[in-house]
């Protein structure tokens, strides 16, 4: 069965402080990695969908790179409005199947 | 391209009593998904429509859920004799055939007491 795992659970950075969040995933075959980012109360709001081993997407702040078994949403010189949930999920190639397995996310946190 | 709205934003009820939930998607997706999300976790997928076909179904989906798409537009989700595990956000996603994005709404946020 598909699976995604995040980490860390939480992440607290001061405003300017880059790091990374991890999204390790097992599927049978990949069909797309998405991230979104989801803030309290809220539904997620897309960010990124990548397809293949090697791929990268950026969007501001936000960098989303790819490999075989993790992808990595590298975000460089945060500010405070960048603190949110970011969920990572995958769509494996089993035929038929349409939905989208989430990991548990990574809420971060930017300190001004 | 006003994006996939969902009514209403918040239901409260009580132990028992059925509720159903509405998803207007992205005019033109053709593809239209229901999930469940709880404190802390991430979405977890009910259930799928192609048009008005109901596709896929999770284990999650219990008999006491039942959800709809009859003009291929918008769909309903219908909890009967709620329970208060059913106290979660529900989430409705639209994508089109040519994309694999899911665009997701604002959600439903379910409380039973």
């Known amino acids: 069965e598909d699976q995604v795992t995040q980490s860390p659970e939480a992440l607290r950075l001061q405003e300017g402080e880059s790091s990374s969040l991890n999204c390790s995933y097992t599927?049978?075959?990949?069909?797309?990695l998405f991230w979104y980012r989801q803030d309290p109360g809220k539904g997620p709001e897309f960010l990124f969908t990548?397809?293949?081993a090697g791929e990268e997407k950026e969007k501001e702040r936000l960098k989303a790179t790819l490999t075989k078994k993790e992808s990595f949403l590298h975000i460089t010189a945060p500010k405070p409005e960048d603190s949110a949930t970011y969920l990572c999920?995958?769509?494996?190639?089993?035929?038929?199947?349409?939905?989208?397995?989430f990991g548990q996310g990574t809420r971060l946190t930017i300190n001004p | 391209d006003t994006g996939v709205s969902q009514d209403p934003r918040h239901k409260i009820t009580k132990r028992g009593q059925n509720v159903t939930f509405r998803c207007d998607p992205i005019?033109?997706?053709?593809?239209l998904y229901w999930y469940r999300q709880t404190l802390g976790q991430g979405p977890e997928f009910l259930t799928y429509?192609?048009?008005?076909?109901?596709?896929?179904k999770s284990r999650l989906l219990s008999d006491r859920f039942s959800a709809e798409r009859p003009k291929g537009s918008f769909s309903t989700l219908e909890i009967q004799r709620t329970e208060q595990g059913d106290s979660a956000m529900y989430l409705c996603?639209?994508?089109?055939?040519?994309?694999?994005?899911?665009?997701f709404g604002p959600g439903t946020r379910l409380l039973v007491l």
């Open positions: 996603a639209s994508a089109s055939n040519s994309q694999e994005t899911q665009y």
């Open positions: 990548l397809y293949s």
């Open positions: 429509f192609q048009n008005e076909a109901q596709l896929e």
């Open positions: 999920a995958v769509r494996g190639l089993i035929q038929g199947a349409q939905k989208l397995v």
């Open positions: 599927v049978s075959g990949l069909r797309g």
């Open positions: 005019s033109e997706h053709n593809r």
